[in-house]
């Protein structure tokens, strides 16, 4: 498990609007890799070209290449289903199926890749909630639908459901920013135990976040409204945020931005 | 330091604004702005006592004005009227009916015979019921299923260029006069649904209500079950679309992101989401087929007077709109007519009955009562992304 992704040249358009310019970078297996940038800088519209899930959006299309594992995730004849079975994702607010218990919110990705096995459903399950720090709360009411959890639970349910089918890469969009502090700090958790086992993409508007949970950060930044987004820098967190190397970084992460 | 003079209103007498400054002079200025904000704030809020003790008297009467009332009393008037029609037409129809129904020789609701007027009046709802009920609930077992399918393919699987035309095509089907329903469906579509009605009976023959009676008559129960059918079509996919569209984005996302196809996605977070929807709109189907009258009048055809009772539907019949209609010219008694009219209370109890049912079934899947936290979380879901 855990692939490294490698892009290159990359442009992302909504229609005729260009939203991100020439994107190329490594991720690193088994590490956690934040993206930073401003409101509107192509972030999120970038992580979500790393499973395709840019599709959903009407008009969006991508130039480039997103190789995971020598795979060329834009190449003809991938299936964006295939796709996101291997790079799984979690998005801003806990989206749990509301009409479904917590159990079944876990065995939803297992169902759908055809496992019916109740023996083998309960373990992942078991060992899904337990990955996602969330067994101990939940074990007891596994039957209850997952909406009745917090916020924080849901968001960790969530988690919970995208590493049960096990993929190779983790993709958060802003996963605490709905959040209290102490679930925040919970996530926070996951997130560094996560990355033993997965490669994890993370969006956040957070910067002590970055610092806290990445080893490596990006900064997205837009020359002016209506620009496309671009990657100003990327590299092992502790420089980025100790001794950038741009000085519009400087200015983002020390809060003179704009 | 901005003191509170952009705040203040323009008639606050010129000293306390000195007073105010004074005060946030007084306080022990902190080295940050954070510090200063809060002296600042402080000030402000010493000095509004100030302004009430010496400021003109504040205006908290009733601010009424005269659009506000004429708009209430328009809505209220108009709320009221709507009530009182109901009430009128329950009222009226109980007014007829009682009196028939009080010198009717047989079981009112259990009797199968109609023959009201003469001296003993004798007639009951029994075969106008059964005939009703079951080609509504046919036309419903048709439809929905097709509704949904409808639905599904303009909000999930049809490119933008042909959603709106076929949604729009759809929509005309409830357009078209329920009288070309009939001479369509009774000239053209009759003899069109002659082989499977006769595939059915072959099959299914054994059962009763399969059993096709000698005669090769046109106008059966089942050819206006399709056509109610094709009649309530247009209301129940409009219903479904609506809310298959309303299906929150997230839950979408969250079920394509864990590589769900379309289907799969489908059947994971719209089907859910909307399924109190489709109940609502099936209701809501059966009750304007249970209604309708000019179509089934001309579709059915009305059996024999000596011919015994026939439960199938590929056989004739009557429904209580149809029976209405059809013999509105005799209304020649008070008698007579108030059996007609008892007749079209019970269409309108069952009516109101069915209607009510699709209200508790939607309120116990919709906000409010048993599963509550589903849809409030999906609304606010929707509301705070919509601020955010």
Same mark, same amino acid.
């Given at each position: 498990?855990?692939?490294?992704?490698?892009v290159s040249?990359l442009n992302?358009y909504?229609?005729?609007?260009?939203a991100?310019?020439?994107v190329?970078m490594?991720?690193?297996?088994?590490?956690?890799?934040a993206?930073?940038g401003?409101?509107?800088?192509?972030?999120?519209?970038?992580l979500r070209?790393?499973n395709?899930?840019?599709?959903v959006i009407?008009g969006?299309r991508v130039?480039?290449?997103?190789?995971l594992?020598?795979?060329?995730?834009?190449?003809?004849?991938?299936?964006?289903?295939a796709?996101?079975?291997?790079?799984g994702?979690v998005?801003q607010?806990p989206?749990?199926?509301?009409?479904?218990?917590?159990?079944d919110?876990?065995?939803s990705?297992l169902?759908?890749?055809g496992v019916k096995?109740?023996?083998?459903?309960?373990?992942?399950v078991?060992q899904?909630?337990?990955g996602a720090n969330?067994w101990n709360e939940v074990?007891?009411?596994l039957?209850?639908p997952?909406?009745?959890?917090s916020?924080?639970?849901?968001q960790?349910?969530c988690?919970?459901?995208?590493i049960?089918?096990?993929?190779?890469?983790?993709?958060?969009d802003?996963?605490?920013s709905a959040?209290?502090?102490?679930?925040?700090?919970a996530?926070?958790d996951?997130?560094?135990?996560?990355?033993d086992?997965f490669t994890?993409v993370i969006v956040t508007h957070n910067m002590?976040?970055?610092?806290?949970?990445s080893?490596q950060?990006?900064?997205f930044n837009l020359?002016a409204?209506g620009?496309?987004g671009?990657?100003i820098?990327?590299?092992?967190t502790?420089?980025i945020f100790?001794?950038?190397?741009?000085?519009?970084?400087?200015?983002?992460i020390t809060?003179?931005?704009? | 330091m901005?003191s509170p003079?952009?705040?203040?209103?323009?008639?606050?007498?010129?000293g306390?604004?000195n007073?105010?400054?004074e005060l946030v002079?007084?306080e022990?200025a902190?080295?940050t702005p954070?510090?200063?904000?809060?002296a600042?704030?402080h000030?402000e809020?010493?000095a509004h006592p100030?302004?009430?003790e010496?400021?003109?008297?504040l205006e908290?009467?009733?601010?009424?004005h005269?659009?506000?009332?004429?708009f209430a009393?328009?809505a209220?008037?108009?709320?009221?009227?709507?009530v009182?029609i109901?009430?009128f037409?329950g009222?009226?129809?109980?007014?007829?009916?009682?009196?028939?129904l009080?010198k009717?020789e047989?079981s009112f609701?259990?009797?199968?015979?109609?023959e009201?007027g003469?001296?003993t009046?004798r007639f009951g709802i029994a075969a106008?019921f059964y005939t009703?009920?079951?080609s509504?609930i046919?036309?419903?077992?048709i439809?929905?299923?097709i509704?949904?399918?409808?639905a599904?393919f303009i909000t999930?699987?049809?490119?933008?260029?042909?959603?709106?035309?076929?949604?729009h095509a759809?929509d005309?089907?409830?357009?078209?006069p329920s009288i070309i329903?009939g001479?369509w469906?009774?000239l053209?579509?009759a003899?069109i649904?002659?082989?499977?009605?006769?595939?059915?009976?072959?099959?299914l023959g054994?059962?009763?209500v399969?059993?096709?009676p &000698? @005669?090769?008559?046109?106008g *059966? #129960?089942?050819t206006a079950s399709v056509?109610? !059918?094709i009649? +309530?079509l247009?209301v129940v996919?409009?219903?479904?679309?609506e809310?298959?569209?309303q299906?929150p984005?997230?839950h979408r996302?969250g079920?394509?992101?864990?590589?769900a196809?379309?289907?799969?996605?489908?059947r994971?977070?719209?089907l859910?989401?909307g399924?109190?929807?489709?109940?609502?709109a099936?209701m809501?189907g059966?009750?304007?087929?249970?209604?309708?009258t000019?179509?089934?009048?001309?579709i059915?055809?009305?059996?024999?007077?000596?011919?015994p009772?026939?439960?199938?539907?590929?056989?004739?019949?009557e429904?209580?709109?149809s029976?209405?209609a059809n013999?509105?010219?005799?209304?020649?008694?008070?008698?007579?007519t108030g059996?007609?009219?008892? &007749? @079209?209370?019970?269409?309108f *109890? #069952?009516?109101?009955?069915v209607n009510?049912a !699709?209200?508790? +079934?939607?309120?116990r899947?919709a906000p409010?009562?048993?599963?509550?936290?589903?849809?409030?979380?999906?609304g606010?879901t929707?509301?705070e992304?919509?601020s955010a």
């Amino acid at each position: 498990m855990a692939k490294r992704i490698e892009v290159s040249g990359l442009n992302v358009y909504y229609g005729d609007f260009k939203a991100v310019e020439d994107v190329s970078m490594t991720i690193e297996p088994r590490s956690v890799t934040a993206f930073i940038g401003p409101s509107g800088c192509g972030k999120s519209t970038y992580l979500r070209t790393l499973n395709r899930m840019h599709e959903v959006i009407p008009g969006a299309r991508v130039e480039g290449k997103v190789v995971l594992d020598d795979q060329d995730l834009y190449a003809p004849g991938i299936d964006p289903v295939a796709v996101r079975r291997v790079v799984g994702m979690v998005f801003q607010r806990p989206n749990p199926f509301p009409t479904m218990s917590i159990f079944d919110n876990v065995a939803s990705g297992l169902k759908l890749n055809g496992v019916k096995d109740k023996k083998k459903l309960t373990e992942v399950v078991e060992q899904s909630l337990k990955g996602a720090n969330l067994w101990n709360e939940v074990k007891d009411r596994l039957d209850k639908p997952g909406a009745g959890l917090s916020g924080g639970q849901q968001q960790r349910l969530c988690i919970a459901r995208a590493i049960a089918v096990e993929p190779e890469v983790i993709l958060m969009d802003e996963p605490c920013s709905a959040l209290d502090p102490i679930s925040t700090l919970a996530i926070e958790d996951l997130i560094e135990k996560l990355k033993d086992k997965f490669t994890v993409v993370i969006v956040t508007h957070n910067m002590q976040q970055a610092a806290r949970v990445s080893d490596q950060t990006a900064f997205f930044n837009l020359a002016a409204t209506g620009k496309p987004g671009r990657l100003i820098e990327m590299g092992p967190t502790k420089q980025i945020f100790s001794n950038p190397g741009e000085k519009a970084t400087e200015d983002y992460i020390t809060g003179r931005f704009g | 330091m901005s003191s509170p003079d952009g705040t203040a209103p323009p008639d606050r007498p010129a000293g306390e604004e000195n007073a105010a400054e004074e005060l946030v002079v007084g306080e022990p200025a902190g080295p940050t702005p954070h510090f200063e904000g809060l002296a600042e704030k402080h000030a402000e809020t010493t000095a509004h006592p100030a302004a009430k003790e010496t400021g003109p008297k504040l205006e908290l009467g009733p601010v009424g004005h005269l659009g506000d009332r004429l708009f209430a009393g328009l809505a209220r008037g108009s709320g009221g009227l709507v009530v009182a029609i109901v009430a009128f037409v329950g009222i009226f129809l109980l007014a007829l009916a009682i009196p028939a129904l009080a010198k009717d020789e047989s079981s009112f609701l259990f009797s199968r015979i109609w023959e009201p007027g003469g001296d003993t009046p004798r007639f009951g709802i029994a075969a106008l019921f059964y005939t009703t009920v079951i080609s509504s609930i046919i036309a419903m077992l048709i439809a929905v299923p097709i509704a949904v399918g409808v639905a599904l393919f303009i909000t999930y699987y049809a490119p933008k260029r042909l959603a709106a035309p076929v949604a729009h095509a759809v929509d005309l089907l409830a357009a078209v006069p329920s009288i070309i329903y009939g001479l369509w469906g009774i000239l053209f579509f009759a003899p069109i649904l002659r082989p499977v009605i006769d595939g059915i009976a072959a099959a299914l023959g054994w059962i009763p209500v399969f059993e096709k009676p &000698a @005669g090769a008559d046109v106008g *059966v #129960v089942f050819t206006a079950s399709v056509v109610l !059918a094709i009649m +309530i079509l247009p209301v129940v996919t409009a219903i479904s679309r609506e809310i298959f569209q309303q299906t929150p984005i997230t839950h979408r996302e969250g079920a394509l992101a864990l590589g769900a196809t379309r289907w799969e996605m489908i059947r994971m977070a719209v089907l859910p989401y909307g399924r109190s929807g489709v109940v609502s709109a099936s209701m809501l189907g059966l009750g304007r087929a249970l209604g309708e009258t000019v179509a089934v009048l001309i579709i059915l055809s009305v059996p024999n007077g000596n011919d015994p009772w026939n439960p199938s539907i590929f056989a004739g019949g009557e429904t209580f709109a149809s029976k209405i209609a059809n013999n509105a010219a005799e209304f020649d008694s008070p008698e007579k007519t108030g059996a007609y009219i008892a &007749a @079209g209370l019970v269409l309108f *109890v #069952v009516t109101f009955l069915v209607n009510s049912a !699709a209200r508790i +079934i939607v309120a116990r899947s919709a906000p409010g009562a048993k599963r509550p936290r589903r849809n409030r979380r999906a609304g606010a879901t929707q509301t705070e992304g919509a601020s955010a």
